[in-house]
């Protein structure tokens, strides 16, 4: 069964960093592009950052130079390092796949993956 789990998530104050887990089983995460997502409530997905399997690396204008993508082939897991954390990163947190469909609609289009996690829940205040 392929599937992935995210991880990492919580109550944290502005300002503070949260390192999010994306790990995936069934199958190797190295080999095929990893999304990070984010919905806030009443708000549409955004797509915050993608990994290649040639380890390509690409963020959303809205969150160069505070979030960092990574991964450890070891552990088969995809990380989201969010630094400089404020109340509007406030969401649920997804990490996605695309294993077995071949339409591609760009890294931060969520119909270019066809598997996701279930999300981690991040929320900012103090």
């Known amino acids: 069964q392929l599937q992935l789990v995210e991880s990492g998530g919580g109550l944290v104050q502005p300002g503070g960093s949260l390192r999010l887990s994306c790990t995936a089983s069934g199958f190797t995460l190295d080999y095929y592009p990893i999304g990070w997502f984010r919905q806030a409530p009443g708000k549409e997905r955004e797509g915050l950052s993608c990994i290649s399997s040639s380890d390509d690396i690409i963020y959303a204008d809205s969150v160069k130079g505070r979030f960092t993508i990574s991964r450890d082939s070891a552990k088969n897991t995809v990380y989201l390092q969010i630094s400089h954390l404020q109340p509007e990163d406030t969401a649920a947190y997804y990490c996605?796949?695309?294993?077995?469909?071949?339409?591609?609609?760009?890294?931060?289009?969520?119909?270019?993956?066809?598997?996701w996690g279930q999300g981690t829940q991040v929320t900012v205040s103090s």
């Open positions: 996605a796949a695309l294993i077995v469909g071949r339409s591609w609609y760009g890294p931060f289009d969520e119909k270019s993956y066809d598997y």
